[in-house]
């Protein structure tokens, strides 16, 4: 069983180790030169992950494109500190693993990772409201207190006229 | 004679249109308070702009626009009109303001949208959106998919007499209760009942997925209005596939279902007979449209593997734009990849929608139903004795004949429909697109169904963004309102 282990690994790691970068732009529209081969992408972990089974998902971004990552060792997601939301840019890391086009087990187009490197550290950025803002919602509510006090006056006085 | 409106009208209609605008900057108070409850700064600001502006709008037409005349079935149509331009070009301010669309006419694209419940998307960097811009953008499909117009007045004012106008403006054609306002509040209560139902079950789904809480709360609350009022919005830019769960698609398909049947047939179900299911007109349309469809949809994607991927991959999206909902389980592009006889079986599903007096858009299986059945009726009287009378009937609640009005009035609309499909798709042709994606979208946009094959995008041409907002507002209502203001408004020229 070790031997095989080990002759399997030989065959597999030059694949995984020399598996090329691409772009999800460029995986999404032909998805068909990358089924079943290994490769790397990158992108900003969205949201959070979220658990199915043994293993769990994570959802990265890059360019207005998506893709959910599998990874059967749920472990690894711990090297992720930061997950983007609002004000909150999230890690951007290099996945390494297989593209199914049409994945087996999960059914649809995702990636089973194998590793992650984290290339750039998220951060959470402050919120900045402009003083042109507060100004505004200041002058609308003013406007709209003021039109309804006369609206409340006129149908107070109009009935009783 | 056609009745042409006066000076007196107009100010009605406006006042009633004052009424609206108010009630919409109360419905601005809840992603305001949500803001307040996550501490989102910004948002809070962006949403206390709009509710002002609300406000002010909607006390300043009320005061400069007295009630001169009993609204009447002019004011009705009007209001339904030019309510839901209003409506989303003022939901469309705190979009704006979140900074995460190019211009104003993408934030009033995505209004519209919402209040048209299609949820095609101009928006930028969704997954960076706050919540409470997010649950603006869920809370726009459940007020727009109830029917906000008819609501609000409901509520607001005691013009119960013209409730009606509304209502049919609404493109609603079947009243459940002898009263319109009741309809309307059974309508709510059973969206709420519903709702009840959905949020828990989705937040299960959720929370066991690992998600916080207080999050798979609000997804789960947002998620039900998307799929109940057959919207297609989602918080995440995957849109369903974000989640990963065949459980959740599972519980979405439920509740896409729930939304485009017939609200007269949830009344019939919960308050009197549970047959009625197996022997309603549309349901019967509906299931056979929708096994038509599946297989010549599984047929197109016969080689994509086992039935499970079929399911996931065609079922899914067919239910998806069967009952005008719009969500997605792929990645983007992923119907790009689809072979041209799905994408055809998809367009047909998109293009014929739900039941009436539902919240899908389209064609709809009453309609389509009377279609076929004439065609079938058409051929079985030119078999028969040339003297026979031969009389068809069809069972929706109650048996029904087949009226010369009822299948008139089917064929009406139906060629609106599709020439408002072939119309939006010739504009985007002229652009530059591909026949079969500018069918596929105008249907899309028409249809308010939200499924996309990449044309809808920020970089799109603006004259695309006008025609896709204008037919978003068509389908919706259904034309005929529009086409009645229209009509009124070319009469003041010939006085």
Redesign the interface.
């Known amino acids: 069983m070790k031997k095989f282990i080990f002759l399997l690994l030989i065959f597999l790691l030059p694949a995984i180790v020399s598996a090329k970068i691409v772009s999800l732009e460029e995986l999404l529209k032909t998805p068909e030169n990358f089924d079943g081969k290994y490769l790397q992408v990158e992108g900003e972990v969205i949201g959070e992950s979220l658990s199915q089974g043994d293993g769990a998902w994570v959802n990265i971004s890059s360019s207005g494109y998506h893709m959910g990552i599998f990874f059967s060792r749920p472990q690894i997601i711990k090297a992720i500190h930061s997950w983007g939301g609002y004000c909150r840019k999230g890690d951007v890391i290099r996945v390494k693993g297989k593209f199914f086009k049409q994945c087996q087990q999960h059914q649809l187009t995702d990636i089973h990772a194998q590793s992650i490197k984290v290339i750039e550290k998220g951060y959470k950025f402050p919120e900045t409201v402009s003083l042109t803002k507060i100004k505004a919602s200041g002058i609308a509510v003013v406007i709209c207190l003021a039109a309804a006090l006369v609206y409340i006056v006129r149908e107070k006085y109009g009935r009783k006229n | 004679m056609i009745i042409s409106p006066d000076r007196k009208d107009f100010s009605s209609i406006l006042n009633i249109l004052g009424r609206l605008v108010l009630g919409l ?1 109360f419905f601005m108070l809840i992603p305001l308070v949500t803001a307040a409850l996550k501490r ?3 948002p809070f ?2 949403f ?2 709009g ?3 609300c ?2 709008l909607g ?2 037409l ?2 400069l626009f007295p009630m001169k005349k009993e609204a009447g079935w002019i004011h009705a149509f009007f209001t339904v009109s030019f309510g839901w331009l209003i409506f989303s070009l003022l939901g469309a301010v705190p979009l704006h ?1 979140s900074g995460h669309f190019a211009s104003y006419i993408d934030a009033w694209f995505e209004s519209m949208s919402g209040f048209a419940t299609t949820g095609l998307v101009l928006i ?1 960097d969704l ?5 409470a811009h997010n649950m603006w953008r869920h809370l726009t499909m459940f007020i727009g998919g109830q029917g906000i117009i008819l609501a609000s007045l409901s509520i607001l004012t005691r013009a119960r007499s013209v409730a009606l106008g509304f209502y049919i403006g609404e493109a609603r054609q079947e009243k459940i209760l002898p009263n319109v306002v009741d309809t309307s509040r059974f309508i709510w209560k059973v969206s709420f009942v519903y709702m009840v139902l959905g949020v828990a079950a989705f937040f299960a789904i959720l929370y066991n ?4 809480w207080d ?1 798979s709360f609000f997804h789960a609350l947002w998620i039900f209005f998307a799929a109940f009022d057959t919207g297609g919005f989602a918080p ?3 849109n369903i ?6 459980l959740m698609e599972a519980a979405t398909v439920v509740f896409m279902v729930l939304g485009a049947i017939n609200f007269n047939l949830h009344f019939w179900l919960w308050n009197r007979s549970k047959k009625e299911i197996f022997k309603n007109f549309e349901i019967k349309t509906f299931m056979l449209s929708l096994f038509g469809l599946t297989g010549i949809l599984y047929f197109s994607l016969r080689f ?3 039935g ?2 079929l ?3 065609g079922f899914y999206q067919l239910v998806s734009a069967h009952t005008g909902c719009g969500f997605t ?6 119907l790009n ?1 689809f072979p041209i006889l799905g994408v055809l079986a998809l367009i047909f599903a998109m293009m014929v929608g739900g039941g009436v007096c539902s919240t899908t858009g389209g064609i709809k299986l009453m309609r389509l139903g009377i279609i076929f059945k004439t065609f079938f009726t058409e051929i079985k009287r030119w078999m028969m004795p040339f003297r026979s009378v031969y009389k068809d009937r069809f069972h929706h609640l109650q048996d029904l004949v087949f009226s010369s009005k009822r299948v008139k009035e089917a064929f009406i609309y139906s060629a609106f429909f599709l020439l408002t499909y072939l119309a939006g798709a010739l504009v985007a042709i002229v652009l530059g697109y591909p026949a079969s994606l500018s069918l596929f979208e105008s249907v899309s946009a028409t249809a308010n169904v939200g499924l996309s094959v990449g044309i809808t995008n920020p970089t799109m041409p603006l004259l695309l963004k006008i025609v896709y907002i204008f037919q978003m507002w068509a389908g919706r209502l259904e034309f005929i309102s529009i086409f009645v203001s229209i009509g009124f408004l070319l009469s003041l020229f010939k006085k």
Do not use: W
């Open positions: 900057s989102e700064v910004s600001f962006d206390l702009i509710f002002g502006i406000g002010a006390f300043g009320m005061l303001l930028q997954d960076h959106l706050s919540f997925q690992g998600m916080k999050k995440q830019a995957q596939a974000y989640y990963h769960s065949p994509c593997g086992t499970e991927i399911f996931r991959k389980n792929l990645n983007s592009l992923g990849h």
